[in-house]
C-alpha cells in the first residue's frame, strides 16, 4: 500500500472574508491510497486557527505506516486535517475494493440531498444587502459576522433576503457584552442559530446568558471529547471533518452528541467536493447542513457534485466512497 500527498489550489469565485481574514482561493492536501491496484482519495484543509499548515499537515501524513488501517490512524493522528484526509482516502479504498458505497459499509441507510446553507462573506451593509438580495431565493444564507458593528450588517442582510432562513456565524469575534446586546436582535430578525458568538477560551461566559436563539460550538468542538465541556453553553454543536480527523469519529461524535441532547449542525472549510462528500453521509437529517464550500469556487473536481434546488447529493462513486 502507497500513501501519496499532492497540494492542490482552487479558485474562489470571489473573495471570502471572514472575522479573521479574506482569502482568494482554496490550498488544500489531496490523499491518495493505492492498494492492489486500487485508490481512494481523500482532502483536508489545514487550518491556521488550530496550528496547521500544509507542510505540517503533509509532514504528519508522510509519517505514517505505510499499511495503516482505520483503527490504528484514530490513534496514530490527533484529530485535525491530517487524519481526516486519511481516514476518508482510507474509506473510499475500502469501498471501490469492496464494490460496494462507504454507507453500505458504515451500516447507514442510503443518502438523499440535504439543503445546504450559502454563506455570505463578511462586507460592508450595503454589500452585504447586495450578496443577500442576489441570493435570497436560496432557501438558507450564512451570514458571517463577528466585529463589534454587525448589527447594521445583519439589518441589511435581512433587507436583502426578507424571506429567507439565516443564520448567523460570528467566528470567535464577539464578547459577551456584545453578545447579550445582538441577542434579542437575532429573535427579532428571525434568526434561527448563532455558531461560536465567543472566543473558544471564553465558552463559561456563556452559562447564565439568554439564548433566544439556538448557540451552535464550531471552534469549541472538535470531536467526543469535547462534548461535556459544552453542555449548558451550548444548543448545537458543528461537526467538521477537518476537525474531527475523519469521517469515523463524524460518525461517532454525532451519534454521542445527540445521544447527549445537542442538535447537529454539519459543516466544512472551503474546500472541494472531494473534502464535502463524506460530509454529506454525516449530514443526513442534521439540524443545518452547511456544505456550500463547491459553490464558493471557480473551479472544482471532476466530477463534483451536484446542488440543485433540493440540495447538495450524494457522491457519486468516481468522486469518493
Known sequence: MTITVTRDVFRLAQAFTISRGSRTEARVLTVSITRDGVTGRGECVPYARYGETLDSVAAQIEGLDAGIDRAALQQALPAGAARNAVDCALWDLEAK??????????GLPAPGPEITAYTLSLDEPDAMEAQARKHGDRPLLKVKLGTPDDMPRLEAVRRGA????????????????????????????????????????????LIGLDRPVPLCADESCHDRASLPELEGKYDVVNIKLDKTGGLTEALALREDALARGFDVMVGCM??????????????????????????????????????????VYPPEAALWG
Open 270 to 311: 472551503v474546500g472541494s467536493s472531494l473534502a464535502m462528500a463524506p460530509a454529506v453521509l454525516v449530514a443526513q437529517g442534521a439540524m443545518v447542513t452547511d456544505l456550500d464550500g463547491p459553490l464558493l469556487l471557480a473551479e472544482d473536481r471532476d466530477p463534483a457534485l451536484l446542488f440543485d434546488e433540493n440540495g
Open 162 to 205: 426578507p424571506a429567507t432562513k439565516i443564520i448567523v456565524d460570528a467566528n470567535e469575534g464577539w464578547s459577551a457584552e456584545i453578545y447579550s446586546e445582538l441577542a434579542p436582535h437575532l429573535a427579532r430578525l428571525g434568526v434561527a442559530l448563532v455558531e461560536q458568538p465567543l472566543p473558544a477560551g471564553d465558552d463559561d461566559a
Open 97 to 106: 475494493a469492496a464494490g460496494r458505497r462507504v454507507w453500505e459499509l458504515a
